[in-house]
């Protein structure tokens, strides 16, 4: 702990005092970091610092930053390394039919400027999933789910 102030000396030539008696003590050799400039001042005055420290800090993708509308464009540019992963049609189906429907809830629900972004052709991508898969002939044909009974007060509200 520092002594106190003495109260005949002025606070400014106290503190270059106890700097100076530090400095003699050698208490400021070998600090991390010395002779190194200071980060934040090398750097241009950035109003978003924060924001992109967090971001870096927190290990945060920044796609999951972008609107929904081009996050959609993006993945439907990406759906043929998607669906290439994927074993059977069903899968792929199901996948090209709920990035339909995102596609057509986005376009429904759009605030804000507009980024075009249509539906994907299910058909094209499904042959061109098929022409990739090794060999359809010795692969059982799948039969498609049959869909399941709707009940009562389903089929009478729908």
Do not use: C
């Not at 003590?25 to 991390?32: K, N, Q, R, S, T």
């Not at 400039?37 to 920044?62: G, N, S």
């Not at 540019?77 to 996948?95: F, L």
């Not at 052709?121 to 061109?128: F, G, K, R, T």
């Amino acid at each position: 702990m520092t002594e106190r102030k003495p109260p005949g000396i002025s606070t400014q030539d106290w503190v270059e005092a106890q700097i100076r008696r530090a400095q003699n003590a050698g208490e400021f050799d070998d600090l991390p970091g010395a002779g190194k400039p200071l980060t934040k001042l090398a750097e241009p005055h950035d109003p978003d610092w924060w924001v992109k420290d967090f971001i870096r800090r927190e290990q945060i993708e920044t796609d999951a930053l972008l609107p929904p509308a081009v996050l959609l464009r993006k993945e439907k540019q990406q759906v043929y390394e998607k669906v290439r992963g994927m074993r059977r049609e069903a899968e792929v189906r199901d996948y090209l039919a709920d990035l339909n429907q995102r596609i057509l809830i986005n376009i429904r629900d759009t605030t804000g400027p507009v980024v075009p972004v249509g539906t994907v052709d299910e058909e094209a991508i499904l042959a061109h999933w098929r022409s990739e898969q090794p060999d359809p002939a010795a692969q059982p044909a799948a039969e498609p789910e049959p869909a399941p009974k709707k009940s009562l007060w389903q089929r009478l509200f729908s």
